[in-house]
C-alpha cells in the first residue's frame, strides 16, 4: 500500500467532518463563505418581510442608498429555510452558528434573516434547540449563546417574542444538561442567564414570572 496514498487517504476523511456526535471534525474555516452568502442575503428579503421594513427597516438595511431589495422566490425561500442550505451541521445552520467566530457576520445576517420575521425566528430557535441538546463541548456552547443573543437583543415588534423563545430555550438547554450530567454546559447556561438578567429588565421580568421553571434548576 502506497503510503502516501493512504495518508491522503486519512486526511480527506478527517477533513470531511465528524460521523459520530462528539467526534471532531477538520479545521475548516468557513468565514469567507458566509460572508459571501452574507453579501447575497442583505440585497434579497421575504414578502412577509418587505412589507414590515417600509414601516420599520432592519439595521442592516442602508436605507440612505435606496437600495432595492429583491423578494426570494418561493423556491429560493424554502432553500434557505430547509434541510438543504442551511440544515447540512443542522447541519449548516449549527455550523455557521458553531463555526463563524466573525461576529459582525453572524450578527449581521441573523438580524437581517429574522427582522420582522416570526418564521426565520422559529426556523433559528429550532435549530438552536438541537444544537444545544447535541452539544458536548462548552467552546461551542458559548458560539451559540451569542447567538441567542443576538435574538434576543433586536428591538423589532417582536421584542416580547423574542424574550420568551430565548430565555425558554436557554432554560429548557440547562435543564437538558443537568438531565445529562453535563454539568460545565449547565454552568455556562446558568451564567448567562444570571448576566442577562442583571442587563436586561425584560429578562429579568421573564425570569420573575417563570420563577417555577427558572429556581428548580
Known amino acids: 500500500v502506497d503510503p502516501v496514498t493512504t495518508k491522503d487517504a486519512k486526511m480527506a476523511a478527517f477533513m470531511k467532518g465528524p460521523t459520530m456526535k462528539g467526534t471532531f471534525a477538520g479545521p475548516i474555516n468557513i468565514n469567507g463563505a458566509i460572508e459571501t452568502l452574507l453579501e447575497i442575503v442583505l440585497g434579497m428579503t421575504t414578502t412577509e418581510q418587505k412589507k414590515k421594513w417600509a414601516d420599520n427597516p432592519p439595521p442592516t438595511l442602508d436605507t440612505e442608498k435606496g437600495i432595492k431589495l429583491l423578494t426570494y422566490t418561493e423556491e429560493e425561500q424554502e432553500n434557505l429555510f430547509a434541510a438543504g442550505l442551511f440544515k447540512k451541521v443542522l447541519e449548516s445552520a449549527m455550523k455557521v452558528l458553531r463555526e463563524c467566530y466573525n461576529e459582525r457576520i453572524m450578527k449581521t445576517l441573523m438580524i437581517h434573516l429574522t427582522w420582522e420575521s416570526a418564521e426565520a425566528l422559529d426556523f433559528f430557535m429550532e435549530t438552536l434547540k438541537d444544537a444545544f441538546e447535541n452539544c458536548v463541548m462548552s467552546s461551542h456552547a458559548k458560539q451559540f449563546l451569542k447567538a441567542v443573543l ?7 415588534s417582536m421584542r416580547a417574542k423574542r424574550i420568551d423563545a430565548t430565555c425558554s430555550l436557554v432554560v429548557d438547554a440547562m435543564e437538558h444538561a443537568v438531565t445529562n450530567k453535563h454539568k460545565e454546559l ?20 421573564w425570569c420573575s414570572k417563570n420563577s417555577s421553571k427558572v429556581n428548580p434548576i
Open 186 to 205: 449547565a454552568r455556562a447556561h446558568a451564567a448567562w442567564l444570571t448576566v442577562r438578567k442583571t442587563k436586561n429588565p425584560r429578562v429579568k421580568q
Open 150 to 156: 443576538v435574538l434576543q437583543e433586536m428591538e423589532d
